[in-house]
């Protein structure tokens, strides 16, 4: 079964840093892209970052800069590595496999990432 | 960067057919994939391809995609389709995805 597992979230104050986990299972991360896409509180989904088979990366605008996402195959687990967190980085983090079509499957189950003095 | 537009909210009763839009320039050049949502779950993929069901997808999902607009139609709608939907794109210029707002279904 393919299957995608976050951790890593918690309450964090503004400007600090987290970094993220997403394990995977039943599949190779080596052998597929994976994002990270978050969901503020009762607001809709924002594609974060992809990291390619090769190790190429993107980011939204609204995070470049300060995260970093990164992977290490022979662990089988995607990282995004979160700094100068603001409250409007608060929000469940997803990480998701992704397709040569560019969608998204399947999804983790979400990690939630709190910024609050 | 592209933007995708979807309708807030769209309400239908049990058995009728529900369709939610996603407006973006040129959209039908591009692929684009839905997902469902249901309160405190995961996003879903329903439909990718612009029409393409995905294994376990009731055949009551279906998507097409033309001019400025792509839409998904679920028919017969049930009480459990009640969700969020989302549409996506993938922005082959700046090699973002890109999610419309989303929409959601109220099965009244």
């Known amino acids: 079964e393919v299957q995608l597992v976050e951790s890593g979230g918690g309450l964090i104050q503004p400007g600090g840093s987290l970094r993220l986990s997403c394990a995977a299972s039943?599949?190779?991360?080596?052998?597929?892209?994976v994002s990270w896409v978050r969901q503020a509180p009762g607001k809709g989904l924002e594609w974060v970052s992809v990291i390619y088979t090769g190790g190429t990366t993107y980011y939204a605008d609204s995070v470049r800069g300060r995260f970093t996402i990164s992977k290490d195959n022979s662990a089988n687990t995607v990282y995004l590595q979160m700094t100068s967190l603001t409250a409007d980085d608060t929000a469940v983090y997803f990480c998701?496999?992704?397709?040569?079509?560019?969608?998204?499957?399947?999804w983790g189950q979400g990690t939630l990432v709190t910024v609050s003095s | 960067s592209y933007v995708l537009t979807q309708p807030p909210s769209v309400s239908v009763a049990p058995g009728k057919t529900a369709r939610i839009t996603c407006g973006g320039n040129?959209?039908?050049?591009?692929?684009v994939h839905w997902y469902q949502q249901r309160p405190g779950q995961a996003p879903v993929l329903v439909i990718s391809?612009?029409?393409d069901r995905p294994s376990g997808i009731p055949e009551r999902f279906s998507g097409s995609n033309t001019g400025n607009t792509a839409t998904l139609t679920i028919s017969r709608v049930e009480a459990g389709d009640e969700a969020d939907y989302y549409c996506q794109i993938w922005d082959n210029i700046s090699h973002q995805r890109v999610f419309g707002g989303g929409t959601k279904l109220t099965v009244l």
């Open positions: 998701a496999r992704e397709g040569r079509g560019n969608w998204f499957d399947p």
């Open positions: 040129d959209i039908a050049v591009k692929s």
């Open positions: 039943g599949f190779s991360v080596g052998d597929n892209y």
């Open positions: 391809y612009d029409s």
